[in-house]
């Protein structure tokens, strides 16, 4: 018999508040491009020798430092997601408690994700920010990256039906909980802390 998936819908607040976690855990952050992912893990998860923070744009930032301006991003990014992959392995392996940015459209990271916690003992926990296509857009825009057409709407679809899954208790195996976020209850995030 499966464990209920304990959900915390926090849109609509604006509480201050830390959302806390067993240590060793694994917190899976998702949504729209440009919804605000990457700006909250770095503002709100603490690196330490026991808290690893996973996202695929400080993968991008670290090669993109390392070649030439000129070069397409289109042509490095293979390897970027390569390191990315890497990095997220070698931290799954350390034991250490793992906060990871996902885009949402990538299902197979999620499960990869929840074998390997219910593998080693641990649990993942989901946070997902529900904010709509036009702020997405205009997050995009803000941080001068912008994803395609095509590719947008391939992540509209993926996090409708991820939400849709979340509000109704269906998860990957091995998701012990999920908070779904708004801009407003985002922006009121404290901090992740695991103990």
Same mark, same amino acid.
Request: include cysteine.
């Given at each position: 018999? %499966? ?90 392996? %350390?034991?250490? %408690? ?6 949402g459209s990538q299902s197979w990271v ?32 803000? =941080?001068?990256?912008?994803? %395609? ?6 992540? =509209? ?12 208790? =269906?998860?990957? =195996? ?22």
């Amino acid at each position: 018999m %499966s464990t209920p998936v304990v959900r915390h819908d926090l849109r609509g607040t604006a509480a201050r508040r830390t959302l806390r976690f067993p240590t060793g855990d694994r917190v899976v952050v998702s949504g729209l491009p440009g919804s605000g992912k990457s700006t909250l893990i770095r503002r709100v998860v603490a690196v330490a020798d026991t808290v690893r923070r996973i996202d695929s744009q400080d993968a991008r930032e670290r090669w993109s430092a390392l070649l030439p301006r000129w070069l397409p991003y289109a042509v490095y990014r293979p390897l970027v997601r390569l390191a990315h992959y890497a990095g997220l392995r070698g931290a799954l392996v %350390s034991g250490a %408690s793992v906060v990871v940015h996902d885009c949402g459209s990538q299902s197979w990271v999620r499960n990869w994700l929840g074998r390997d916690s219910r593998r080693r003992g641990r649990a993942m926990h989901l946070v997902l920010l529900d904010v709509p296509p036009s702020a997405a857009l205009a997050g995009q825009a803000q =941080r001068g990256r912008r994803v %395609s057409d095509y590719a947008f709407l391939r992540h =509209r679809r993926a996090v409708r039906q991820l939400l849709a899954d979340a509000e109704a208790g =269906r998860l990957p =195996r091995g998701c012990a909980s999920v908070v779904l976020l708004d801009r407003e209850a985002a922006a009121a995030l404290r901090g992740v802390a695991f103990e």
